[in-house]
């Protein structure tokens, strides 16, 4: 069964950091690209990172650039998003997602075939 499993979300004060990882089972992260999408509550979802197959493209939204790292490790088919200098508004759910054929440019959720279940993050003092 194809699998994505996000962790590493909690509450954590502004300014803070956290780390959240995207392992796969059932298929192998190297042939997907991912990217790193979040929801909060009343707002639709929106695509803050991405990487692709090899990790030598990433992406970020205007909003996280500077902040959010994401990377990927293939050999343990899993994908990051570092996530520094946390702001109350980066408050939401966060899922990963995979795609094995998508524009890096392309931010519809509807491109990406795979989801986590979400792990959810709160900035908040």
């Known amino acids: 069964q194809l699998q994505l499993v996000e962790s590493g979300g909690g509450l954590v004060q502004p300014g803070g950091s956290l780390r959240l990882s995207c392992a796969a089972s059932g298929f192998t992260l190297n042939s997907y690209a991912i990217a790193w999408f979040r929801q909060a509550p009343g707002k639709e979802r929106e695509r803050v990172s991405y990487i692709n197959r090899s990790g030598s493209t990433t992406l970020y939204a205007a909003s996280v650039k500077g902040r959010f790292t994401i990377s990927r490790d293939n050999a343990k088919n899993t994908v990051y998003l570092q996530m520094n200098s946390l702001k109350p508004e980066d408050t939401a759910d966060y899922f990963c997602?995979?795609?094995?054929?998508?524009?890096?440019?392309?931010?519809?959720?509807?491109?990406?075939?795979?989801w986590g279940q979400g792990t959810q993050v709160t900035v908040s003092s």
């Open positions: 997602a995979a795609a094995a054929f998508t524009l890096p440019f392309t931010t519809n959720p509807a491109s990406y075939e795979y």
